[in-house]
C-alpha cells in the first residue's frame, strides 16, 4: 500500500495506480488514505484538521464547511468536534482518520488497518462505514490481520506473504468448499430433514450436519501459509485432488 | 502495612512525613533577620564563622541571582565579558564599555582586585582619552562612583576605600587638570543636571576634595582595624587621613588662599598628623612603637622594659617609621604653616609672582623680598623643612622670579650678594638648573 | 562602528548569484546524469530527466491555498505547543534590564546602550525558537508520520517546503513584531524626555515616540518668547558619505595618515600645525541653502596644551580647478560627541591674497568636476586641518559626513527589527531545508553552526584561508603546537611537511568553500546603526540583506523539494 503511495519506491518494476505512476501526486486527487496509526496532527480539533485536508485539495471554504459537517456526522463525532485530537480515544482517532480520507470524495480509498486496536462496537461501525462506501460505488482497498473483518467486509482477498501475492480472488469462491454442498433453508421440521436425507441418499449422499457453514478466511489463511512454506516462492493453487 | 491503607489515609500519612521532615529543616534555616544571634542555627553559624555573603557588604540581589543562573559557568562568562571589554576599549566604545564593567562586577562582586581594577581603568584610562576636561572629569567620577558602589558591597575590605580616597585626593587634586577638576568637584560642570552645586553621589555637602577624600580614607583605616590591607606599609596606609588634611591645606596655599581658612587648615593637619597618626601604634618586629614616642620619655622607658630592646635600637626603629612617612617634615611644615605670620609668608611670595606676572615690578618686588625674608626666619626656625623638595623650590623659585625683576628694570644680572635668602642659594644650587627651565618655559628665557 | 560598507550593486549581485547557482545546478546535474549512466545505464538518464521534468512540472504548478495551508498549520502548531512562551522571557529581561543599564551617562549613550540591549534581545530570543522550530518540524512530521497523510494529498514536495518556510516566517514575524513594539516603548521610557513647557501634547508625543526628529516653534512676540527648535532625544541622522585621502606633513597625499599607537587602526592621524589635512570630497548634487556638517574627529595629544580647551579644527573648501581655497572659522572639537557644523550657501571669507573679505556662492564657485576614476562626478572638496602644532587629530571616511534633515527614530528602529526579521527568514529557510534530509539534532546543528560562523567566524575564516593568519592551515598549527614551534619561524623542508602543508591546501580550499558559502550574516543586524544614531540606509543594509535572503531561499527550496522527492518518507 506504502509502494502504491509512494511512500515507498520500488526496487525494481514500476507501478502504476488509476493510469499513472505512484510518484505522481496528481493521482492523490482521487484517493483516500487512512495510515495505519498517529498520523494525524493532534494539535488540530476534528473540524481544523478535515479543514486542513480539505485545503490541500485546493477546496473552497464553502465547500470545506459542508464536507467537514457532512463527514464529522457520518463517523458521529458531532461531540467532539472542538476537541484537540490528542483527547481522542483510538476508536475516535481511527474515524476521524477515515473522514479525512474521504474529504476528497475520493474514487479509490485505501485503508491501512482500518479496524486494529478498535472495540468490537467500534469495528463494528467501522466496517459498516466500509461497506456503506461499498454501496456508494468506491473502490476500498483494505489491509488487514484481523481476517474476521475482512471476511465481513470484502470482495476480493490478495494474500501476501514473505513479499509474495500467494492467493488472489472473490472471497466466496476461494473460501467455498470444493467437496461440500451447503444447502440453506428454512426452519425445516424433523418429518422434512428425514425427507431430505432420503432424497440425498436416493443421489448416492449422505446429511452430514444440519447447521450454519463453519469454514473461515482464517482457515484458508493458515491453510496457504503453511503451504507456501512448503513451497517457497509458488503461488498457492489448490491441487487435483483437493479440488475434486 | 502501606498497601492497606486507602488512598487518602496515605495521602495523609505522606504529608505528615513531609511536615516532620520539615521541621529540622525549618529550625537550622530560619534566615538571620539582622540581629545578632537571630536566625536557624545554620544562619547563627554562618555570622560566627563570617560565611554568608552578607558579610562581606551589601548583596546585590541580580548579581546573585546572575551567579545562581550561571551554574558553574561564571569563570567562562566573565572572561568572555573582560574580552568583549577589551575590545570596547580599545574601539573607543565608551558607553558599551561601561555597561560590560557592570556585567563583569555583577559576577565578580566580591573580588577586589576586579575593582580595584576597573575603577582605576575608568578614572585614569578612559578619562584621559577624552578630550574635554569636562568630560575627562565625568570620567573621573564615573571611576570614584564605581569604587565607592564597590566599598558598599564589600564594607569589610580596607582597600577599596582606600582606592576611594585616593581617587578623590589624588586624581582631582594632583593631576594635570587639577585646577578644573578641584571646581567641578565643588560645582560640577553638568549645571543643567546639578544646578551649579556637587554631584552629590560623591559630595554630598559641597566639600573640598581632599576633605572628602580623608572620610573614605578614615573609613578604610577603620576597617583595617578589623581586617588588614595587603597594599602598602601599615604605617603609610594609616598616614592617609591626615595626609588628605595636609593636601587640603597645601592645595588651598596653591591655590592662593592664605586667610584663616587656609590657617585652620593647617591647624587641623598639624592636629591629625601630630595628635593622632603620631600617636598610632604600629606593631615593628620586636616592639609596638607610635612616631611621637621620642617626646614622651616614659612610654620610651616602658617600651623599652616590655620588650627588652635597647634604646639605640628603638630610636632607630622610631625613626625608620618617620623617615617612611615623611613624618618630621610635615610635622614642622604644619607646625609652622598654622602660625598667622608663616601665612604673611607664603602670600607675600604668592602676591609677588601675581604681581610680576601682571608688570607691576616695584610692588612685585617689594612682596617677594618681604616674604623672603620671612621665609629665611621660617627656614632658621623649623631645620625639618630644609630637606624637602617642594619647601626648597618654592623658595628658589621666588628668587628666580626676584632675579628675573632685577634683570628687567636694570639689564644686568643681580650681584650675588644682592640675592635675598642667599644661604638656601648658594646651598642648593644644584637645583637651579632644571628649575631654571621650568621657569623659562613659563616666563621666558633671561 | 564602522557604518562602511560599499553600496549594494544589485545588478553585480544577481550576476553572481546567478553564475554561482547556474554553475551548482549545472555540476549536480551533470553528475547525477553521469552517475545515473554508470548505474543503470541508458534508463539512467531518462529517470533523471524524467524527475527534472516533473520538478518543472511541480514548481509551475504551485497552488497558493495548498501552500497558505501548510503555513498555517504551521502557525497553528507553533502556537498550540506554546512556542510563543519566549515572550515570557523577553518580558522578565526587559523588566530587570533596568538594573544592568546605567541612567548616570550621557543621554546618547544612553539611547545606544538602551536601543542595542533593546534589539539584541529582541534578536537572541528569537533565533533559538526559531531555529529549533524550524529544524524539528518536517523531522517530527516524518517520525509521527503526519506527514504521510499530508503527502498522499495532492500536495506538491516543495509546496510542504514553501509553507513551512512561510510559517515559520510568519510565526517569527509575529514574535519579532511584537517584541520590537514592546522593545520600542522600553527604549522610550529608559530614556529621559524633554518636557518643553511649549510643546503642544501632540508635538511632544511625536517627540516622543519618535516620529518627527525636531519641531521648530516660532517665536511669540507677545508674550517674548524666542523662536525655539526642539529635537527629540532619539533621532536617526541620514549621512552623505565623502571620498577620504590624506595630506602629509610636506604636502603629499597620501592614503593613510600617521598611526598614533591605536591597536584599532580604523582612525588615521594628522599632525596638527603642518600641511597636513584630510581631504574628503563628498558627491554633490543639487543645491541647497544650507549644508550641515557633522563630524566625529578623535584628538591625541602629545602634550598637554592648553588645559581647557579643545583642539581647533578647521574646514577650508577648496577648488582646485580654481585654486579656490576658502578657510571657515576654526572650532574646538567635541571628542565622541557630533560636531555640527553649518555652511551657507554664501560663503564669506578673508582672502589673504587680497586682504580682504570674499563672498563665493557654494555651489557655483566651489563644486567642481572631479576627474579622479572612482569620481568622475560634481563633487565639494573638504580639508579638515589641526591648528595645534604638536597635536594630532584622527578621522576615518565615515566620520565626517554632510548630514540631510533627520529621519524619525521610529522608522529607523523599525527597519532594524525588520533586518532581524529577515535574519529568522534566512534561519529558518536553512533550518527547514536541512531538516528535509536530516534529522532534528543534526539539522539544529548544521543550522546554528552556519549562523555563528556567519555571525562570527567570517573574519578569522577569510585570514585562514588568505594566509594573513600566521601558523599554517590545521594540520601544520596542530605540529606547531605539539612541537612549541612559533609560528614565526620557518618549518623545516623536508617531504613531510610538503606533504603536510599539500594537506592542508586541500583543507584550506574546503574552507574557502565553506567561506563563500556561508554569508557574512552580521549584515542582517542593523541595531548599530540605530543605537549609533544612523538611519538604516536602504542600499546598503535593506536592500543588502533583502537580496541575501531571497538569494538563499530559492536554492534552499530547490534543495528541500528534491530531498524531500527523493526520500522514502516511511524508511525511518
Known sequence: MKLLLGLLFPTEGEITILGKPASDVSKNEWIGYLPEESYLYRFLNAEETLDFYGRLFDMSPQQRKERSNQLIELVGLQNARKRQLKEYSKGMTRRIGLAQALINNPDLILLDEPTSGLDPLGSRDMKDLIVKLKNEGKTVVMCSHLLADVQDVCDRIAILYAGELKELGRVEDLLKEQNETELLTSKLSPAAVADVEAALAKHNAKLIRHGHPTNSLEDLFLKTVQKSQERPGQRYVPTASEKS | MIEQLTLQQRKLAYLIGIVLLMLPVILFGIPATGEEGSGGKLARLRQEHDLGESTLGKVDPTSATMNLVLLGMRGVAVNLLRMQLDEEKDQKQWAQMRATTESVILLQPHYIQVWRYLGWNLAYNVSAEWDAVEDRYFWVKEGTKFLMQGSERNNRDPEVYWDTGNTLGKKIGRSDEWKHFRKFFKVDPDTERYKGGPDSEINQAGNDNYLVAKDWFQKANDADEKRAQHIMMDVLFRSYPARSQLDYADALHREGQFDETARKAWDGAYHDWVEVFGQMRFQTGDCEIFLEMPAFENAMDQTMAASGVTRDKLEREINLYQNVSNYRYWRAKSHAEKHVNTAAVHRDLYEGEQLFKVNELDAAQESLESGLKGYKVLLDSYKDLTVDDSAIEEGLWAIMIWQKIYQLRNQVQPPEEEIPLRSLWDKEIHRVPNLQQDFNRKYGPS | ???????????????????????????????????????????????????????????????????????????????????????????????????????????????????????????????????????????????????????????????????????????????????????????????????????????????????????????????????????????????????????????????????????????????????????????????????????????????????????????????????????????????????????????????????????????????????????????????????????????????????????????????????????????????VTASTFVKGPVATMLTFSVLIVGQGFRDFMIKLVTGEQKGGGPIESWYRLVTHMNDTLALPDTVGVQIMQGIDKVLLSGLWLTQHLIPDLSSFVMSPYVANGFDVPWGMAMFRSLAMTIGYLIPCVLIGYYSLTLRELEAK
Open chain 3, 1 to 431: 562602528m564602522t557604518f562602511d560598507r560599499d553600496p549594494f550593486a544589485l545588478l553585480t549581485g544577481l550576476r553572481d548569484w546567478l553564475l554561482v547557482f547556474g554553475g551548482f545546478v549545472g555540476i549536480i546535474f551533470s553528475a547525477t546524469i553521469l552517475v545515473a549512466l554508470g548505474i543503470y545505464g541508458t534508463s539512467g538518464p531518462v529517470a533523471v530527466m524524467s524527475r527534472v521534468w516533473q520538478g518543472l512540472h511541480d514548481f509551475t504548478h504551485l497552488s497558493p491555498k495548498r501552500i497558505w495551508a501548510i503555513s498555517r498549520l504551521t502557525i497553528l502548531e507553533a502556537w498550540r505547543r506554546k512556542a510563543l512562551w519566549v515572550f515570557a522571557v523577553f518580558a522578565f529581561l526587559m523588566m530587570f534590564a533596568g538594573w544592568f543599564l546605567d541612567s548616570e551617562l550621557r543621554v546618547d549613550m544612553q539611547v545606544k546602550n538602551a536601543v542595542s540591549f533593546a534589539l539584541t534581545t529582541v534578536l537572541w530570543l528569537t533565533i533559538p525558537v526559531l531555529l529549533l522550530l524550524s529544524c524539528w518540524g518536517i523531522p517530527e512530521d516524518i517520525r509521527v508520520r503526519s506527514l504521510h497523510t499530508v503527502v498522499t494529498k495532492p500536495v506538491r514536495r516543495n509546496e510542504i517546503v514553501m509553507g513551512r518556510i512561510l510559517g515559520f516566517s510568519a510565526v517569527s514575524a509575529t514574535i519579532v513584531a511584537i517584541m520590537g513594539v514592546v522593545g520600542y516603548v522600553w527604549v522610550l521610557r529608559q530614556v529621559p524626555e524633554d518636557h518643553q513647557p511649549r510643546l503642544s501634547g501632540w508635538n511632544r508625543l511625536c517627540l516622543a515616540v519618535g516620529l518627527l526628529p525636531n519641531i521648530s516653534i516660532e517665536a511669540d512676540p507677545k508674550n517674548d518668547l524666542p523662536a525655539i527648535d526642539v529635537s527629540a532625544k532619539k533621532f536617526c541622522r541620514m549621512p552623505v558619505y565623502g571620498t577620504l585621502e590624506f595630506v602629509d606633513r610636506e604636502g603629499a597625499i597620501a592614503t593613510k595618515g600617521i598611526n598614533t599607537g591605536d591597536i584599532w587602526e580604523f582612525r588615521s592621524y594628522i599632525e596638527g600645525g603642518t600641511k597636513a589635512s584630510a581631504r574628503y570630497k563628498f558627491a554633490v548634487n543639487d543645491p541647497v541653502d544650507q549644508l550641515k556638517l557633522e563630524s566625529r574627529f578623535e584628538a591625541f595629544r602629545t602634550h598637554k596644551g592648553r588645559i581647557g580647551q579643545s583642539l581647533l579644527v578647521r574646514y577650508v573648501l577648496v577648488n582646485p580647478t580654481k585654486s579656490l581655497r576658502v578657510p571657515l572659522p576654526s572650532f574646538e572639537i567635541k571628542e565622541f560627541s557630533l560636531n555640527e557644523q553649518f555652511i551657507n550657501r554664501e560663503v564669506s571669507y578673508y582672502d589673504e591674497d587680497l586682504k580682504d573679505t570674499r563672498t563665493v556662492d557654494l555651489f557655483k564657485d566651489l563644486v567642481y568636476f572631479d576627474e579622479d576614476e572612482k569620481l568622475k562626478r560634481n563633487v565639494l572638496q573638504i580639508e579638515v586641518q589641526c591648528l595645534d602644532s604638536g597635536q594630532y587629530l584622527g578621522m576615518a571616511r565615515t566620520d565626517f559626513f554632510i548630514r540631510l534633515p533627520d529621519r524619525s527614530f521610529l522608522m529607523g528602529y523599525f527597519k532594524a527589527v525588520f533586518g532581524i526579521w529577515l535574519l529568522t527568514v534566512f534561519i529558518v529557510s536553512i533550518g
